[in-house]
């Protein structure tokens, strides 16, 4: 692990101590927290970028055309307003 040093205003400082200390966690692992976050966040310039691909949704096999699903809320709010009044 490399040892280094780091100049930071004195509001920042501050912030992140106090942030360390509601997490029980030193100021440097804070730091070594938000490069990790930071460079992941904006990766390398030039790098192969993975193409987007949508989202998996797991229905957990339960699979409800949109027009029954429409019925089902449809029926829904009646029955809740039924239950109201």
């Known amino acids: ?6 100049q930071l205003p004195d509001d920042l400082y501050q912030r992140a101590k106090a942030f ?11 730091t070594r927290r938000g490069l990790e976050t930071f460079l992941a966040r904006f990766p390398e310039p030039g790098g192969a970028r993975k193409s987007w691909e949508p989202p998996v949704v797991r229905s ?20 809740r307003h039924a239950e109201r009044t």
């Open 1 to 6: 692990m490399m040892r280094t040093q780091i």
């Open 20 to 30: 360390a200390a509601e997490r029980e966690i030193s100021l440097a692992e804070v």
């Open 60 to 79: 957990c096999g339960i699979k409800v055309p949109l027009e029954k699903l429409k019925d089902f809320v449809r029926d829904d709010e009646e029955s």
